[in-house]
């Protein structure tokens, strides 16, 4: 299918974008800068979460993950709730990060159209039926965070304090 290979090159670059915008940001991944609920720690372990809670979730299947990361990095999640738990170490999750989308798209080729048990809106008003609708999706979902990302990023810069997690 000649759109899911786009897609997935798609998706796969705009993943690659996402890592080299948090490259050598290992320092200041646990800040929350002043006014933000979230740190960088977060955006990557949610922009691991969302897409398989948005697929194998959706077809009531077990995600890939610890169940732990729902808590830690679901939508409505923050850091400040962590409070002593051991979230995994921030060069993980980038590199996990990177994974997901091509795994993703091994996982469900050639049951790409396959419908979800019961459809899905999102919080932005679009209805997801199938795991190509999911991704889709996930694609402008990272592209959001991407400039989330990028505006905490300046944020950081900004101010020299912020707080960390924890």
């Known amino acids: 299918m000649r759109n899911w290979t786009i897609l997935r090159e798609q998706s796969t670059t705009l993943r690659a974008a996402l890592a080299d915008l948090i490259a050598d940001e ?47 990095f679901g939508r409505g999640s923050s850091p400040r709730g962590w409070g002593d738990a051991e979230i995994p170490p921030f060069t993980s999750l980038v590199q996990h990060m990177g994974e997901v989308i091509p795994a993703l ?44 990302i990028e505006a905490l990023k300046r944020s950081l810069n900004a101010e020299s304090g912020g707080h960390r997690a924890g």
């Open 26 to 72: 290992e320092d200041r991944a646990d800040i929350i800068p002043a006014t933000w609920n979230n740190n960088l720690r977060w955006h990557v372990g949610h922009l691991i979460t969302s897409p398989l809670v948005l697929t194998w979730g959706l077809m009531g299947e077990p995600l890939p993950i610890p169940p732990r990361y729902r808590e830690w």
């Open 105 to 148: 798209f091994d996982a469900f080729d050639g049951r790409a159209g396959q419908a979800f048990p019961k459809p899905y809106t999102t919080t932005v008003g679009i209805m997801l039926r199938t795991p190509v609708d999911a991704l889709h999706f996930s694609m402008v979902h990272d592209g959001m965070h991407y400039g989330m």
